[in-house]
């Protein structure tokens, strides 16, 4: 049975610099340093400048997931283009048998109650295989991200143990984050990960931790200013950016 803290009754801050829709528009350089990053949470997610790789923060560490699967420590004097963070207190706690990834989506949904809510989900466990794929570093002029992300190559890790985190975002919230969920994968030996795409787990936990103010801090760069943020077609460059390969 799930185990709540209480904590759905407390108002809990998530963070976020830039707009995904500054992100579809090619805006990949920010001016905001891993280190200013992680004053406002433990536990998050987002990319690097240039679109050097995925980014995950997991306790307080925040790691870069290389186009080759491979992970690393990123210093704390890189920047960011778009990342989400809070400081993870999970108010509900489960147990999962052998589900996928499909059988987790719907744990989720009955277990958050609401779609009008962020959440910050993670779970941690063992799995039979986790589909990855990860941005490859660009070099300017930078192109559109639906471009960038275009037959990427996909990196499977099989029989592993690991973690999958990210967050569940509000439809309403398009443009703004990634609507439904966007979760980065890091194995336990914190060596190897990239952007979930699939995944079969075999057991592990569950953890949900609601988000009920959204804190946006929007770059104050050039490329920001020019960005065409509202296109007609967001919709379907995000689901095009964000399908399953």
């Not at 589900?99 to 989506?105: I, P």
């Not at 277990?111 to 962020?118: E, M, P, R």
């Not at 779970?123 to 300017?140: A, S």
């Not at 075999?202 to 949900?208: A, D, I, M, N, Q």
Request: charge should be negative; glycine fraction near 10%; proline fraction near 4%.
């Amino acid at each position: 049975m799930p185990q709540s803290s209480g904590a759905a009754d407390v108002r809990h801050t998530v963070f976020q610099t830039s707009l995904l829709s500054a992100l579809l528009d090619g805006v990949y350089d920010g001016s905001m340093k891993i280190g200013d990053l992680l004053q406002h949470g433990d536990f998050g997610l987002g990319t690097f400048n240039a679109l050097d790789g995925e980014m995950i923060i997991l306790d307080s560490v925040c790691y870069q997931l290389h186009d080759s699967g491979a992970a690393t420590i990123a210093s704390t004097a890189q920047q960011t283009p778009f990342a989400v963070v809070t400081v993870f207190a999970p108010g509900v706690t489960v147990e999962l048998p052998q589900s996928s990834r499909q059988d987790v989506v719907d744990t989720v949904t009955e277990l958050t109650g609401s779609d009008n809510y962020l959440y910050a989900i993670k779970l941690t466990g063992q799995f039979d295989w986790v589909r990855t794929r990860t941005v490859k570093r660009q070099r300017k002029p930078y192109r559109p991200l639906r471009e960038v992300t275009k037959g990427e190559p996909t990196v499977q890790f099989d029989d592993i143990d690991g973690v999958v985190a990210g967050f569940r975002t509000p439809l309403y919230e398009q443009g703004i984050g990634v609507p439904g969920g966007h979760v980065h994968f890091l194995d336990a030996a914190r060596e190897r990960g990239g952007h979930v795409l699939d995944y079969a787990l075999r057991h592990g936990k569950l953890e949900v931790c609601l988000g009920t103010d959204l804190h946006l801090s929007l770059p104050l760069t050039e490329a920001f200013r020019r960005a065409h943020l509202t296109p007609d077609d967001l919709a379907d460059q995000v689901q095009q950016t964000e399908r399953h390969s």
